[in-house]
C-alpha cells in the first residue's frame, strides 16, 4: 500500500503546483513526504511500495518525458543554443567537481548538483541517481539545492535580463540554459513576456531547455561506465554494468524518437506528458517519506554554497558565450 499513499500525497502536491508553478508539485510533494516521515518512522508494509515508487515509477516517469521532446524541433532551434548549452554544462560540472574535492563533500550528492544544475534539474537528478546507487536521502538534498536556486532564478532573472539589455532572443537563450527546472525556466519566461507584451520568448525557452534534456543520455551513460570501471581498479565487489546501464534513458531516447517520426496525436502526446509529471510528483513523494528533514537540515550547508557556485557560474558563462557569438 505504499504505492497508493504515495498517490494519495501526489494528488494534492500536484493541484499546489499547478497553483504555485514557480514551486511546483515535485516540491510540495517531497515537502509533504518529509513532514510526513517526521511523525512515521516505521513505515512496515509500506516500505517496499515506497521504495518501488522512489526508483521504477520515477524511471517509468523519465521515459514518459521522452514523448514530449520532438528532435525535429530540438534540432531547429536548439541548434543555435549548443555553443551556449555545452559551455554551461561543462562548467557546472568542473565548478561541481572541484567544490567536491576542495570540501571533501559527498561524491553522490555533488554528481547530483553538479548534473541538476547543468542538464534539467530534477529529471536529470531523477535520470542519474539510479546510475551512481544514491539514496533517497541524497537525492532529497540535490532536489532542495536545485529548488532554491530555480525559484531565484525564475523571479531575478527577467529583470536581471532587462537591466542588462538582453533581446527577446536572448533572454530565450538565458532561461533555456541558465535555468534548471522546466516549471522555473517557464516561469522566467513567462514573466519576460509579461514585461514586454508579443515577445514570445516562451516557445525559444522551452526548445533551449528540451535541447538541454538531451544531455541526460551521454551523461547517464558515462557515469555507468565510470562506476563499472571504479570496481574493477577498486578489486572489490564487482559491479555488472549490464545490471546497472541506464536502460530507461535508451527508451527516453526510444520515445523521443516515436514521437519525432509517428504523427501521434496532439492530444496523446500532452497525455503522456503529463503522465510523466505527475510519475514525478509520486516518486518525490516516496523520496520525502524516506528522507529524515532534521538530517536533510543539518548537513545543507556545503550543497547549498555548491548549488549557489554551479548557479552563478552557469548563468555567468550563459551570457558570456552569448556575448562572444553576437547574440547579446
Not at 221 to 233: C, P, T
Not at 297 to 322: D, E, H, N, R, Y
Request: include cysteine.
Amino acid at each position: 500500500w505504499g504505492i497508493l499513499l504515495c498517490l494519495v500525497i501526489a494528488v494534492p502536491a500536484w493541484l499546489l503546483g499547478k497553483r504555485f508553478e514557480v514551486v511546483g508539485g515535485p516540491v510540495f510533494a517531497i515537502l509533504i513526504g518529509m513532514v510526513i516521515a517526521l511523525f512515521w518512522k516505521e513505515q512496515g508494509g509500506a516500505k517496499p511500495g515506497i521504495t518501488y515508487t522512489s526508483k521504477k515509477i520515477l524511471q517509468l516517469a523519465v521515459v514518459l518525458l521522452g514523448f514530449g521532446m520532438n528532435l525535429a524541433s530540438v534540432l531547429q532551434v536548439g541548434g543555435q543554443s549548443l555553443p551556449i548549452i555545452l559551455s554551461t554544462i561543462a562548467t557546472s560540472l568542473i565548478v561541481a567537481y572541484v567544490l567536491y574535492r576542495a570540501m571533501k563533500m559527498d561524491a553522490h550528492i555533488s554528481t547530483l548538483i553538479g548534473v541538476g544544475s547543468s542538464i534539467c534539474g530534477g529529471s536529470a537528478i531523477a535520470a542519474t541517481a539510479p546510475v551512481i546507487a544514491a539514496d533517497d536521502e541524497e537525492i532529497a538534498q540535490a532536489i532542495s539545492v536545485i529548488f532554491l536556486f530555480n525559484v531565484l532564478a525564475a523571479l531575478i532573472f527577467p529583470t536581471l535580463g532587462s537591466a542588462l539589455g538582453l533581446s527577446n532572443e536572448g533572454f530565450g537563450l538565458f532561461a533555456g540554459t541558465a535555468v534548471n527546472d522546466t516549471s522555473s525556466v517557464t516561469a522566467a519566461a513567462a514573466a519576460w513576456d509579461g514585461m514586454h507584451p508579443g515577445a514570445n520568448t516562451l516557445d525559444t525557452a522551452a526548445i533551449v531547455k528540451m535541447t538541454r534534456t538531451l544531455a541526460i543520455i551521454p551523461i547517464t551513460l558515462v557515469l555507468a561506465l565510470r562506476r563499472a570501471g571504479k570496481s574493477d581498479r577498486s578489486g572489490g565487489a564487482q559491479v555488472n554494468l549490464k545490471k546497472i546501464f541506464p536502460w530507461f534513458v535508451l527508451f527516453f531516447l526510444l520515445a523521443s524518437v516515436v514521437t519525432t517520426v509517428v504523427p501521434i496525436p496532439a492530444a496523446v502526446v500532452a497525455f503522456l506528458k503529463d503522465a510523466s509529471k505527475f510519475f514525478i510528483v509520486m516518486a518525490r513523494g516516496a523520496i520525502g517519506l524516506n528522507t529524515d528533514l532534521i538530517k536533510l537540515v543539518k548537513t545543507g550547508g556545503k550543497p547549498i554554497f555548491m548549488g549557489f557556485c554551479c548557479w552563478v557560474a552557469i548563468a555567468g558563462v550563459s551570457l558570456g558565450v552569448q556575448h562572444l557569438l553576437g547574440i547579446w
